[in-house]
């Protein structure tokens, strides 16, 4: 399977530390994605790693992308009570770059 | 500029029922893709359009159908309801020559009883 799995399932942090998500996957990649979702509610685009990259930052994020390892991870510095939501990662296989296959997601509660 | 638009919001169907969920996409995007999103889970990929044709599919059976009309908006349809059908249905349109990543609207949350 392509799935993308996210590790931890659940993480619950005090506002202000850093938050780390892990995903690991079984098939090639094109690219890796990453959302956040809000109460069940529509997901929000993060960030978008291409299979050549390694590393990229936007604000807060920065995610790497180790493909001899299948694996992705995100990681949120000083944490916020306003991350509090759902991450998935995402994955574009070769064929159909476009067609996302999505984990089941890491609920990130942070506590003020 | 408008985002990714959805309609209805909610919706109660009874089982063996026929539902249309409507999705605008965001302007300038071309492809739009619908996912299933059961209690829980991530996204399932349904299926995408562009160029008003079918383009990929994913594990989902022919009850499942869609549209894409020349303005680019989209009709999820779902036919002989099923309780399992009971989901958020999400709508995400993108650009095909341009990949960043989906721009998803709010969903649809149908429950089917």
């Known amino acids: 399977s392509q799935q993308g799995e996210e590790d931890p399932q659940a993480l619950s942090i005090q506002e202000g530390e850093n938050a780390t998500m892990n995903c690991s996957y079984k098939?090639?990649?094109?690219?890796l994605q990453w959302y956040r979702q809000n109460s069940g509610r529509g997901l929000v685009h993060l960030i978008l790693i291409r299979s050549n990259e390694r590393e990229k930052h936007s604000g807060r994020l920065r995610v790497t992308l180790d493909t001899s390892k299948k694996s992705s991870s995100l990681l949120i510095t000083a944490s916020r009570a306003a991350d509090t939501a759902s991450y998935f990662c995402a994955i574009s296989g070769i064929q159909g770059a476009q067609k996302l296959v999505f984990g089941q997601g890491t609920r990130l509660t942070i506590n003020p | 500029d408008a985002g990714v638009t959805q309609s209805p919001t909610h919706l109660i169907k009874t089982r063996g029922q026929q539902v249309t969920l409507r999705c605008s996409p965001k302007s300038g995007h071309d492809t739009v893709s619908w996912y299933q999103q059961a209690l829980g889970q991530g996204p399932q990929f349904i299926f995408q359009y562009y160029e008003e044709e079918e383009r990929q599919r994913g594990n989902f059976p022919d009850r499942f159908s869609g549209h894409q009309f020349p303005n680019y908006s989209s009709e999820l349809n779902v036919n002989a309801l099923l309780l399992g059908d009971s989901a958020l249905y999400l709508c995400?349109?993108?650009?095909?020559?341009?990949?960043?990543?989906?721009?998803f609207g709010s969903g649809t949350r149908l429950t089917v009883v």
């Open positions: 098939t090639s990649i094109n690219n």
């Open positions: 995400a349109s993108s650009l095909r020559t341009n990949f960043y990543g989906y721009t």
